[in-house]
């Protein structure tokens, strides 16, 4: 694969938690094919958090969305459609032993660079929260 290829995959999913399953093992597939297989399991890790938050606290569709820039990142993000921005995330070593509310630090600890952006979908108000891996 060229070093400098760009792509973009978008895979719109229902508000059900056994769709995060469906985009871990998509954003697998999609890296494998690409030749990322280094960057599988944080991808995969950080996609899972960024798509089970999507899921679990809207009631609406969501969508998970992966590309490649030319410079090298690899953006992950997960729409939903609350317009809200996402709770500041928790640093690890305070959230470790709580049962859930780990995610966004996960993203933050495992990510190059992370955020979040209002967005529209499916005619609906909403965002993104996203994080960067670098690929090269």
Same mark, same amino acid.
């Given at each position: 694969?060229?070093?400098?290829?760009?792509?973009?995959?978008?895979?719109?999913?229902?508000?059900?938690?056994?769709?995060?399953?469906?985009?871990?093992?998509?954003?697998? %597939?999609? +890296?494998? &094919?690409?030749?990322?297989? =280094?960057?599988?399991?944080?991808?995969?890790?950080?996609? @899972? #958090?960024?798509?089970?938050?999507?899921?679990?606290?809207?009631?609406?569709?969501?969508?998970?969305?992966?590309?490649?820039?030319?410079?090298?990142?690899?953006?992950?993000?997960?729409?939903?459609?609350?317009?809200?921005?996402?709770?500041?995330?928790?640093? %690890?070593? +305070?959230? &470790?032993?709580?049962?859930? =509310?780990?995610?966004?630090?996960?993203?933050?600890?495992? @990510? #190059?660079?992370?955020?979040?952006?209002?967005?529209?979908?499916?005619?609906?108000?909403?965002?993104?929260?996203?994080?960067?891996?670098?690929?090269?």
């Amino acid at each position: 694969m060229p070093e400098n290829e760009c792509w973009d995959y978008t895979l719109y999913i229902p508000n059900d938690l056994r769709a995060v399953t469906v985009c871990r093992r998509t954003l697998r %597939l999609i +890296l494998t &094919m690409h030749g990322l297989i =280094g960057l599988v399991d944080t991808a995969e890790l950080l996609a @899972a #958090e960024l798509v089970s938050n999507a899921v679990r606290h809207t009631k609406g569709p969501a969508a998970l969305r992966v590309r490649r820039s030319p410079e090298g990142l690899v953006w992950i993000g997960a729409w939903d459609t609350d317009p809200a921005p996402p709770p500041p995330p928790r640093p %690890l070593d +305070l959230a &470790m032993d709580l049962e859930e =509310g780990r995610g966004l630090g996960l993203v933050v600890a495992c @990510a #190059e660079y992370w955020g979040w952006q209002p967005s529209a979908r499916f005619g609906d108000r909403g965002k993104f929260v996203w994080c960067e891996l670098v690929a090269a």
